[in-house]
């Protein structure tokens, strides 16, 4: 059942009409890359890399979190964008 509610919230953030602020984007980047491939892995970006260093961190300190877990937090904040960005 998450499994199809987490493909299906992937579709329903495209459809918002207003931009999340950076931190909601985090949030969702972080989740959906531990709902999807689980912890961290590879090398965190340079000095030079903010943005990139960034999504690593906030994904980073998702570690040990469970896939379902990930994936239904990424489920609950696209509903909960979707009631405020439309």
Known sequence: M???????A????KTLT???SNDDLLFLYSH????SAGD???KRPGM????????YDGWAKLKGM???QA??????KVQALLKSHK
């Open 48 to 55: 030079l890399d903010m943005v990139g260093r960034a999504k």
């Open 32 to 35: 959906f890359k531990q709902g």
């Open 10 to 13: 992937q579709k329903d953030v």
């Open 71 to 76: 994936q239904q937090k990424y489920i609950d």
């Open 66 to 68: 469970s896939k379902d």
């Open 18 to 20: 207003s931009k999340p």
């Open 40 to 42: 961290v892995s590879g």
């Open 2 to 8: 998450t499994e199809q509610s987490f493909d299906q």
